[in-house]
Every structure is written in structure tokens, then in C-alpha cells.
């Protein structure tokens, strides 16, 4: 029986995180994906809740603990080690020959943020500790 996922992240899943999904879950099925998460939208939330497990692409920490708070459901991230900035055509081929699955290219200056999945882990606590240090008079 396949998996039922949800998928936070705006990106398509490179091949590289469909191969982790399928070793991970065999068989499984994308139910649906939210691009920008908004926890105060109720069909967001109905979904997280109504997978088998959720997915993230990437997510800040705050975040990904509001996850953790509205679905009972495992909840997995991509680990993603980040290779560097490279500024021409040629650097991003060898980056991608390298391993590199993620290219994000800035179109203001044509650079590109350069990274590569490595694994898919399982989110088991995520804890914020936070302490004030100023306020707003």
C-alpha cells in the first residue's frame, strides 16, 4: 500500500529526493503540496493532518515546530549540504557533475546557489528556547 505524502516546499523534488522517497516508503503517493505554509489556513492544516507523512523541501526551525504542533503524522526534511555560489554556465555543469541537485539561479545577477541532497531524516523534537534581549518602547 503506498504512502500518502504531503510536500512542503516550493521546488519540484529533484531525482535525488524521489529516489530517498521511494527508499524511504517504497511506494508512495504525493497528495498534495503547499508552496508558502500558512498554519491559519484551514484546508493547509486539513491536509497536513489527513497524510500519511509530511515532507519538507525546507523550512525555518519556527516552522517546522508549527508542524510538529497541528499534525500527529511523522514529519521528514530533506538534509541539504550547500556547495557554494558559482557565477558561470560552466560552474554550474561541474557543480551538477559533482553531485549537486539543487541549482537556484538569482536572475539579477545570474549567480547560483549551488547544493546537494544528502539524506532524509525524520524530525523527532524540534525545541525553541527563546529569551528577550529588547523590546519595543
Not at 493532518?49 to 519538507?56: C, F, G, H, L, Y
Not at 557533475?97 to 525524520?122: E, K, Q, W, Y
Amino acid at each position: 500500500m503506498a504512502t500518502n505524502l504531503v510536500i512542503i516546499g516550493r521546488h519540484s523534488l529533484t531525482s535525488k529526493q524521489e529516489e530517498l522517497l521511494k527508499k524511504a516508503f517504497g511506494e508512495y503517493n504525493v497528495i498534495g503540496r503547499i508552496a508558502t505554509l500558512d498554519l491559519s489556513n484551514e484546508t493547509q492544516v486539513a491536509m497536513l493532518r489527513s497524510a500519511d507523512a509530511v515532507v519538507i523541501q525546507t523550512l525555518p526551525v519556527d516552522l517546522i515546530a508549527q508542524v510538529l504542533k497541528v499534525t500527529d503524522k511523522p514529519v521528514y526534511i530533506f538534509d541539504i549540504k550547500a556547495l557554494g555560489v558559482v557565477t558561470s554556465k560552466e560552474a554550474i555543469e561541474e557543480a551538477v557533475r559533482s553531485g549537486a541537485d539543487i541549482v537556484n539561479i538569482d536572475p539579477r545577477t545570474g549567480n547560483a546557489r549551488v547544493a546537494m541532497t544528502v539524506s532524509l531524516s525524520r524530525i523527532k523534537k524540534v525545541e525553541i528556547i527563546k529569551e528577550v534581549v529588547a523590546t519595543v518602547e
